[in-house]
Structures are given as structure tokens and as C-alpha cells.
């Protein structure tokens, strides 16, 4: 099972909306060729809009590590923002620490297989 980590939390909501389009996306054209991938932004975002809960990391820190410790490897995606992410940069050290392979794509690759 892939984690899928991209950047999330911005203070404009279109970009906020972009990145979780972006998940959207990419879990799709993952899920098409046959990767198993787990995305905790696909799950929280919907969540956070409709019951009005905050969209950063340490709100979401802790499911998110547990959802990394059941993954067997972790795909970034390199979406503006990403060196930057608090959240991603965490989950990077804790794949590193559970030994997992970690690869950064971008859209463009996921897009040409």
C-alpha cells in the first residue's frame, strides 16, 4: 500500500481546493494502473470543510503517522509548496524511520505513466 503525501494547508482556499484536486487526481491515475494508495487528504478534507475542523497537521498529525505505519512505501507529490510543508516534511522523517522507499513524482509523470 502507497501513503500519498502532498502539501494541503494554505491560507488561500483556492489553493487549499487545487491541492486537494491534485489528490484527487493522482489517487485515480494510481488506482487505475493497480497501486493499492492511501491518501489521509482524500479522507479529511471532505470532513474538515463540512464539520468545520482545521485543515493543519497537528490536528491531523496523529491519524495520519498511523495511517503511514500500515503503508509500504510512501509516493510525495511534488506540488508547489511541498519542500515547505510542515506535514510532509514530518511524514517524510517518519517513512525514513520506518525504512520505507520514499519517491517524489510529479502530476506531469503520473499523467505519463
Not at 40 to 64: F, N, R
Request: net charge negative.
Amino acid at each position: 500500500m502507497i501513503y500519498l503525501a502532498l502539501p494541503y494547508t494554505h491560507h488561500n482556499e483556492k489553493v487549499v481546493e487545487q491541492r486537494f484536486e491534485a489528490a484527487c487526481e493522482a489517487y485515480a491515475l494510481l488506482t487505475s494502473t493497480g497501486y493499492v494508495v492511501l491518501c489521509p487528504v482524500l479522507m479529511s478534507h471532505p470532513v474538515a470543510l463540512k464539520y468545520e475542523l482545521p485543515g493543519d497537521w497537528e490536528t491531523w498529525k496523529e491519524i495520519d503517522l498511523a495511517y503511514l505505519r500500515k503503508c509500504d512505501s510512501m509516493l510525495i507529490l511534488s506540488l508547489e509548496g511541498v519542500q515547505e510543508s510542515v506535514g510532509v516534511n514530518a511524514e517524510i522523517e517518519a517513512a525514513y524511520n520506518l525504512g520505507l522507499p520514499i519517491r517524489v513524482v510529479t502530476m506531469e509523470e503520473l499523467r505519463n505513466g
